[in-house]
């Protein structure tokens, strides 16, 4: 009886809360781009924050500087976003602004212009071999994969020949690779399902390029890439942004599973070594009594509902929960007394679906997600199979131009020296159940 009393005053305390709070902040601010010592940075810095700037800003910021450098970066920053998806168009723009601005020290970040001019002439698969699962466990998936890559290829007006092969239907992945191959494929997407890539990479010949949707920890042949929704992509920026705030003492709450456990390793890892620390961490499970674990977590004093009491040695929250947990725990943070403690979290928090009634209890949380699923509600494996199709259309140019992203469904999308595809996604806060 006394857990359901505290959980229905916690839920009655966020919505009283939430309406008189005026004081949250936009996930992530615009720069100060008028500010003279922002154009001192490290170079690499600079770009980096430069590509999180909306292009409004960029354009307006462009055309009122007198600052000779604060006006190549503007403009080349511009042709970032503005050619991003068109190879031709950004390897033509980006000539163009290198004989305007020979000497500017973002000369740097680009490949000379002979291999622009060889981009620009760049060669595109005539024929896309895609191996999925199309039915059985993973048929779901497959299928949204599937439409996504359909869905991305009907809009070009050049696009090449596209044939599926369903990895459920043909358990030897190596064999049906091959047989790809033969019918003509010079470009493959896929396998989507970890085991099947993994099996696939032992065959250690890939005679065209080869896009594995999911990533292993083997060291890739050559010809081979892998891309996909991985966590750890999310991790990164979790950590990046709150030490960028300034905090350093974090409290990791995650469900007691191999994912989480998983995740939160990987967090702690990574935030020691930006020199933070992880003041506790706790696991979740079907069974666990939140009112009460978060109440001992935040040690909290329930004796006295109306004079709450809780620790002072958190920084900033990372809250890992799925939707229908998430909804449960957020409340009681805040009823335990967290209001003014920054909550962060990654795509796990959002379902994907407007649910404004249900997710107004997550009113205030920071998190990252795709760009495809924030704004249309598309499903996020959908947005993998329109990204796949983007870069089986410029890989060549994610390889030399790897400081100038693709901006696609599931993210800002750069290639690693290993061939691995990684994404940065936007930040946003849930205001009134919607992100």
Not at 219 to 236: C, R
Not at 325 to 330: G, V
Not at 369 to 380: I, V, W, Y
Request: charged fraction near 15%; include cysteine; aromatic fraction near 8%.
């Amino acid at each position: 009886m006394m857990k359901k009393i505290l959980l229905l005053i916690a839920i009655l305390f966020t919505l009283t809360s939430c309406a008189s709070h005026t004081n949250e902040q936009p996930a992530e601010q615009q720069l100060a781009l008028d500010n003279p010592a922002l154009w001192q940075a490290n170079t690499n810095t600079l770009w980096n924050k430069l590509q999180r700037e909306p292009l409004a800003n960029l354009t307006t910021q462009q055309a009122s500087t007198k600052n000779p450098i604060a006006n190549g970066w503007l403009k080349l920053a511009i042709i970032n976003k503005s050619y991003n998806n068109n190879t031709q168009q950004l390897t033509q723009a980006l000539a163009n602004w290198r004989k305007e601005f020979p000497h500017h020290p973002a000369n740097a970040i680009f490949v000379d212009d002979n291999t622009l001019t060889a981009l620009n002439t760049q060669t595109k698969p005539k024929q896309i071999a895609v191996l999925l699962p199309l039915e059985g466990m993973y048929g779901d998936k497959g299928a949204n994969v599937r439409d996504g890559i359909m869905s991305a290829a009907s809009v070009d007006t050049d696009k090449p020949q596209i044939r599926f092969y369903d990895t459920e239907k043909n358990a030897n992945i190596q064999a049906l690779y091959q047989k790809a191959l033969k019918e003509g494929a010079d470009f493959v997407i896929g396998p989507l399902v970890k085991n099947n890539v993994q099996e696939l990479l032992q065959q250690g010949n890939f005679p065209v390029p080869t896009l594995a949707l999911n990533y292993t920890q083997t060291p890739l042949p050559t010809n081979v890439y892998e891309f996909g929704l991985s966590p750890q992509d999310e991790a990164t920026q979790l950590i990046e942004k709150a030490h960028q705030s300034g905090f350093s003492r974090v409290l990791i709450i995650a469900p007691q599973s191999n994912w989480g456990h998983g995740i939160a390793q990987n967090i702690t890892e990574h935030w020691q070594a930006v020199g933070g620390r992880v003041v506790d961490t706790y696991y979740f499970s079907g069974n666990s009594n939140f009112s009460q674990d978060i109440a001992q977590l935040l040690h909290a004093k329930t004796d006295d509902l109306t004079h709450q009491q809780h620790r002072q040695d958190v920084d900033v929250i990372f809250l890992l929960a799925q939707p229908e947990n998430a909804r449960l725990i957020a409340p009681l943070l805040k009823y335990y007394g967290m209001t003014n403690t920054p909550i962060y979290s990654t795509s796990v928090i959002y379902s994907g679906m407007p649910s404004p009634n249900r997710d107004s209890e997550l009113n205030g949380i920071a998190f990252i997600d795709a760009p495809l699923t924030l704004q249309k509600n598309n499903n996020r494996l959908y947005a993998v199979g329109r990204d796949a199709y983007y870069i089986s259309q410029h890989l060549q140019r994610m390889n030399q131009l790897a400081n100038f992203p693709v901006y696609g469904g599931t993210g800002a999308l750069t290639m690693s020296s290993n061939r691995q595809i990684h994404r940065r996604l936007p930040w946003v806060t849930m205001h009134d159940g919607h992100p």
